[in-house]
């Protein structure tokens, strides 16, 4: 049974930092895509970012050139790292994998609350 579970979420300023975590389990993590999706209040849940298995990466527009999405495979975790955050970065972050490569769905997080104030 896979699981994800996320954690790094929380309050900061606008300008600021944050470095979500995403530590699965029972997958074969190394070959497997991973992503980061987000979904604030009232709005569809939107994909952020995605790494491949060899360490490729894709962005979505908004967030290029302010967050990196990485991954370490010895300890099953992916990362995303968020600079010069935005009010409108607010909302949960999930991670996911399994299912089309480049966009995972199959697996998801519980969530983490991302909350940047103005």
């Known amino acids: 049974q896979v699981q994800l579970v996320e954690s790094g979420g929380g309050l900061v300023q606008a300008g600021g930092s944050l470095r979500l975590s995403c530590a699965a389990s029972?997958?074969?993590?190394?070959?497997?895509?991973m992503g980061w999706y987000r979904q604030a209040p009232g709005k569809q849940r939107e994909l952020v970012a995605v790494i491949g298995s060899a360490g490729s990466t894709r962005y979505a527009d908004p967030v290029k050139g302010r967050f990196t999405i990485s991954r370490d495979n010895a300890k099953n975790t992916v990362y995303l790292q968020m600079n010069s955050l935005k009010p409108e970065d607010t909302a949960v972050y999930y991670c996911a994998t399994g299912g089309r490569y480049w966009a995972p769905t199959d697996y998801w997080g519980q969530g983490t609350q991302v909350t940047v104030s103005s």
């Open positions: 029972g997958t074969i993590f190394s070959i497997n895509a």
